[in-house]
């Protein structure tokens, strides 16, 4: 978080704190008032009553008791007003983090959008303007294409994301579901992944003729993004696992790096729209954040649940397990 957001969050917490100790002591002065008030009261009703008359002592009883029970009504009305002032209280202040919080991230979104905006187009740009003012040789010519064709299908990914995000919220995207070939699907994913990053090692385990039933177009969303976010968190050398099998009435799709890994506490974030791991200021790697809530809410679709484990020796595994 910027030092301007913590400045802000700070004058909320202050602002909060006052407020709240203002009604609370508020709240207190007013029992101590009508506490007074209502001795006062009390005394002046008995100092009326003449000592000589047979039913003083019946009345100076109902008078305590009627006192009592004003003291026992300011009571229980101050505690449900003190309990209903919390309860907003607590309310109001996280509705109020939690949008300065948003508010950053949705911040370093634009900013994370932007420059993954900005590298392809330049990237496509030089390649072009390459092609277009020089004479290479034949190999040359068709790696500049093939490279300026990756970098369209990234900017197409990244656009296919913020749209699908955005249609998601809106609650404007209708599914249309068929029965898929998995297997297939996986399998062209990984062969487009291989011809983006050759370098790059994928070891496939995956089952042959696994159907089920999904949107194709969010199917491929789900397994490209997790096989790019592990592309980004594991160190080049090492290989990415992509896993596929049917398990008696579930599918289990799963994608393994040798990367970092995740501490406990991130393993549910992680998932939050807008969410990275990580100070922004000292992030080195690339990304918008909205990769792994499209898993989630693509899964969540699907009839199946997306978790995160931890890999031997070291690393992540995103499950994905599908009931059929």
């Known amino acids: 978080m ?9 004058l909320v917490t202050a602002v909060y704190w006052i407020l709240l100790s203002y009604m609370l002591a508020a709240l207190l002065w007013w029992f101590i008032a009508l506490e007074k008030q209502n001795q006062l009261i009390t005394s002046i009703r008995l100092n009326e009553l003449k000592h000589d008359d047979p039913r003083y002592y019946q009345d100076a ?3 305590e008791s009627a006192e009592h029970r004003k003291t026992i009504q300011f009571i229980s009305e101050g505690s449900t007003f003190l309990v209903l002032i919390l309860v907003g209280a607590v309310f109001v ?3 109020t983090r939690r949008q ?21 187009i330049a990237i496509a740009q030089l390649n072009l303007e ?13 790696k500049l294409i093939s490279n300026t064709l990756q970098e369209a299908n990234r900017l197409n990914t990244l656009c296919n994301n913020i749209l699908f995000a955005a249609q998601l919220d809106a609650g ?7 029965d898929i070939n998995f297997t297939d699907l996986i399998e062209g994913c990984i062969d487009s992944f291989k011809t983006r990053f050759p370098s790059r090692q994928i070891i496939e385990k995956i089952g042959e003729s696994i159907y089920t039933i999904g949107e194709p177009l969010l199917l491929q969303m789900l397994v490209n993004n997790l096989i790019d976010n592990a592309n980004k968190y594991a160190a080049k050398e090492t290989p990415i696992t992509v896993s596929l099998h049917q398990n008696n009435n579930q599918i289990e799709f799963s994608v393994a790096d040798l990367g970092e890994g995740l501490a406990d506490d991130e393993k549910k974030k992680i998932f939050e729209k807008f969410y990275r791991v990580g100070e922004e200021n000292t992030r080195k790697t690339k990304g918008t954040g909205l990769g792994l809530y499209l898993c989630k ?20 595994i995103f499950n994905v397990i599908f009931k059929t």
Do not use: C, W
Not at 172 to 178: F, L, N, V
Not at 297 to 316: D, L, T
């Open 2 to 10: 910027s030092s301007i957001q913590k400045s802000k969050l700070t």
């Open 61 to 63: 009883l109902n008078i």
């Open 93 to 95: 202040f996280r509705a």
């Open 100 to 120: 300065i919080k948003l508010s950053q991230q949705q911040q370093n979104f634009m900013m994370a959008v932007t420059h993954e905006l900005k590298t392809p």
């Open 130 to 142: 390459t092609l277009q003012k020089r004479q290479l040789d034949e190999e040359k010519r068709q």
């Open 172 to 178: 404007a995207y209708k599914t249309s579901k068929q």
């Open 297 to 316: 809410k693509i899964s969540e679709g699907h009839n199946a649940r997306i978790f995160v484990a931890n890999n031997q020796p070291q690393g992540s």
